[in-house]
C-alpha cells in the first residue's frame, strides 16, 4: 500500500468514531445535560416492574441521565418529540399511523389487539438521531423479549 493510501485510510478511519451520528445531538445532549425528557401517553402505567418504566430504567443507566417524565395525549407529544422539546415518546400506536413519516418508531414493547385494532406500545425516537435511536432500539429489545425477534 502507498503511504498516501495508508494515510488516506487512516483519516477515514479515524473519522469513523462519530457514526452513526446524531444531527441534533439528541444522545450527547442527554448525557450531558444528565436529563432525559420522556413523554408518556395518559393511561399507561409506569410501575417499577412494566416495560416502560424498564425501558426508561434502562436508559437511565446507560447515559447517567434523570428522567424528567411528561404525561399527555399521544398526538401532543409526538409534536414535542419532533420539535425537539421531548427525547423520547412510550405510547401506543397503529401500523398505519401518519407519525410514522415524521418520527421513528422502536421495536413493539408490547402488543394488544388483532388486525385492524392492533396497537403497538413503542419507544418513539425524532428522525434522523441514528445513534439515539440504536441505544433506544437495543435497550428496547432489551426489555421486550418478542420485539429481540424483530
Excluded: K, Q, Y
Excluded at 121 to 134: C, D, F, K, Q
Amino acid at each position: 500500500m502507498t503511504r498516501g493510501a495508508a494515510l488516506a485510510l487512516l483519516m477515514f478511519l479515524a473519522g469513523c468514531d462519530t457514526l452513526p451520528r446524531d444531527p441534533g445531538g439528541t444522545l450527547e445532549r442527554v448525557e450531558t445535560t444528565h436529563r432525559l425528557r420522556v413523554g408518556v401517553a395518559a393511561g399507561l402505567p409506569v410501575s417499577r416492574t412494566d416495560r416502560p418504566a424498564r425501558l426508561i430504567e434502562a436508559l437511565e443507566r446507560r447515559t447517567g441521565a434523570r428522567a424528567e417524565i411528561r404525561r399527555g395525549a399521544a398526538e401532543p407529544l409526538f409534536v414535542a418529540l419532533r420539535a425537539g422539546r421531548l427525547d423520547l415518546v412510550i405510547a401506543p400506536v397503529a401500523a398505519d399511523s401518519p407519525w410514522a413519516t415524521d418520527i421513528t418508531f422502536g421495536p413493539p414493547l408490547a402488543t394488544t389487539g388483532e388486525g385492524d385494532d392492533r396497537l403497538d406500545l413503542v419507544a418513539a425516537m425524532r428522525n434522523g438521531e441514528n445513534r439515539w435511536i440504536m441505544l433506544i432500539e437495543r435497550a428496547s429489545r432489551a426489555v421486550a423479549p418478542a420485539a429481540a425477534s424483530r
